[in-house]
């Protein structure tokens, strides 16, 4: 039976990460930065994206009735809404609802609102949830037009906005990984194609002796791979040690935030950075010992 | 058994460098393969190897059943073979070259020992069989030195114990003895003899005619890459 030992193919990509080993630093050091940047732009995003959600500013529009409306025209009015498209769910708050929260939100100030009892200054209300954030416009519009809306307060130009520095941060994002992508594959590829190099008589011997691709080109493969896991396990600590830092900084200043824990997303920092290092050291390497592929 | 049929070989730069070479090897046959230099001897032996591909003809090696390594007979066509199964042919040749291309940080014994892992051998096995394999080539002492450590003859014979690391039938030595001394040499030829007395078929290209001439066997003689003679004797039959 034939057996090949990983020992051998192991050994082989340590020693030629140690053969090159500033070329092998160079690639760690890039694919490390680049994994870096890429996660603390997400963790970015995701902290914007928690915080907009806890404001709820993105999906909500509260419209308020004409008061000299019955409660049947406000029936009335409810059902109208309903239809409309892009509308995910409406809660109706009456002017009676509305008073017993203003008042328990003043309650320190008990006897401003004793005055108008009995002639509640409040308006009923809806308060209108939406589903695709991109069409809040064309919704205001037909609020707008339904019979009986005294008002309509939304934040849509908030909305956008905030949407549209979001999507700006993406755009960046994108061209940003895919330009140090590109540049990690490309010192990948020059590393290895230098392992390559400086082994060319051995591999030429290995042809002679019946050596089969793989087995030629496995150990440098394996050497994208530590490249990758190497570069990844630095990032993941360098993160953690800078979210960890800006993180503490802002809990002073803008503690009105609401930030999301390390600890709650850690694991999927390690496993994104995990793979895609390997996955980049694995395209890296096989590019650079593409052409070994021939007998 | 290597059989070429009407085999010819231009290279991309227009230099044909075999014209119409028809010669049939039998197994356990010795051959030298001699000419002058720019014959066409090391294009042959490329051939054979297939690390270049016939222009026209055709290249065919049949191996029988091996028994000691469980191998089974095969056909191989050379100019269809594919590309994944190179490897596979290449084992049933052991080749040595004039500058013996040794791994120079491996030891002997490794170095012999290397072959077998290529393959897939078990540790086990290999174990056994390099020890076996040095002393047939009388390198059993030198079996933990470095190749920079040996003369010339010495390495040739590490190379000739790795030819044979993975007991192939066929052994290909193109100008085994260029590079060392001609008592050396003498030695390195009666190796190749005593190989090919255990039954193995022995290709050997050569320039040095006294060898030629003091062994007596077949001699294909290649000129402006056409085969011009063929038969046993000396230099000049
Ligand atoms: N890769 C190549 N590309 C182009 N021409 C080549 C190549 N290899 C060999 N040749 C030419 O083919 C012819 C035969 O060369 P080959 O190496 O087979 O000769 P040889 O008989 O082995 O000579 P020597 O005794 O000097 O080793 C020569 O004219 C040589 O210049
Ligand atoms: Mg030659």
Redesign the pocket.
């Known amino acids: 039976m034939k057996r090949y030992r990983l020992t051998y193919f192991l050994g082989q990509s340590f020693k030629g990460l140690w053969r090159n080993g500033i070329m092998t630093l160079a690639s760690i050091t890039v694919l490390m930065s680049c994994l870096v940047v890429m996660g603390s732009f997400v963790l970015l995003i995701l902290n914007i994206d928690e915080n907009l959600e806890k404001l709820g500013l993105l999906n909500e529009i509260v419209v308020f009735v004409d008061d000299t409306k019955t409660d049947e025209e406000v029936e009335e009015i409810h059902k109208e809404l309903e239809k409309i498209p892009n509308v995910a769910e409406i809660t109706f708050i009456s002017k009676e609802q509305a008073l017993e929260e203003e008042k328990e939100k003043y309650k320190e100030y008990s006897g401003l609102y004793e005055l108008v009892e009995g002639d509640n200054p409040l308006r009923d209300s809806f308060v209108i949830k939406y589903e695709d954030n991109s069409a809040v416009q064309p919704l205001v519009d037909n609020i707008s037009r339904t019979d009986g809306i005294a008002k309509v307060n939304n934040r849509a130009d908030l909305a956008t906005s905030i949407e549209n520095i979001k999507n700006g941060i993406s755009h960046v994002l994108i061209w940003f990984m895919t330009i140090l992508f590109v540049v990690s594959i490309f010192v990948i590829i020059n590393t290895i194609k230098l392992a390559v190099h400086s082994r060319r008589a051995e591999i030429s011997i290995m042809r002679y002796i019946g050596a089969t691709n793989w087995f030629v080109i496995l150990p440098f493969i394996f050497e994208g791979i530590f490249i990758g896991i190497i570069s990844s396990v630095f990032a993941f600590f360098i993160q953690w040690y800078i979210y960890g830092y800006v993180v503490t900084e802002m809990a002073g200043t803008l503690d009105f935030l609401s930030i999301i824990t390390f600890d709650s997303i850690g694991h999927y920092v390690a496993l994104a950075f995990l793979g895609i290092g390997i996955v980049t050291g694995i395209i890296g390497s096989t590019i650079s010992t593409r052409k070994h592929l021939k007998a | 058994m290597i059989e070429f049929r009407d085999v010819k070989k231009v ?3 227009g ?1 044909v ?2 014209d119409g070479v028809s010669l049939k090897i039998n197994d356990g046959e010795f051959v030298f393969i001699v ?10 032996t ?1 051939l054979l190897l297939r690390e ?1 591909k016939a222009s026209s003809g055709s290249i065919i090696v049949r191996s029988n059943r091996d028994e000691e390594t469980a191998k089974k007979p095969a056909v191989y066509d050379l100019s269809k073979i594919s590309d994944f199964k190179v490897p596979h042919y290449r084992r049933e040749i052991g080749v040595v070259f004039q500058d013996f291309r040794l791994f120079p940080n491996k030891t002997v014994f490794e170095n012999v020992a290397f072959a077998m892992q290529v393959v897939g051998e078990p540790t086990k096995i290999i174990k056994r069989r390099v020890p076996a394999i040095l002393n047939i080539v009388n390198l059993t002492e030198k079996s933990g030195s470095y190749p920079s450590q040996l003369s010339g003859g010495e390495q040739q014979r590490v190379a000739l114990a790795r030819a044979l690391a993975n007991n192939p039938q066929i052994i290909i030595a ?2 085994p003895t260029g590079n060392i001394d001609p008592k050396m040499s003498l030695e390195i030829m009666n190796l190749l003899v005593k190989i090919h007395k255990r039954g193995k078929t022995v290709i050997v ?1 050569t ?1 040095e005619k006294d060898l030629v001439d003091y062994f007596q066997q077949r001699v294909v003689k ?1 000129q402006g ?1 056409k085969v011009i003679s063929d038969g046993v004797g000396g230099m000049n039959v």
């Open positions: 290279y991309p730069n230099t460098a075999l000419g002058e230099s720019g014959a066409g001897k090391t294009t042959l490329k270049e193109d100008e290209v320039h290649i890459g």
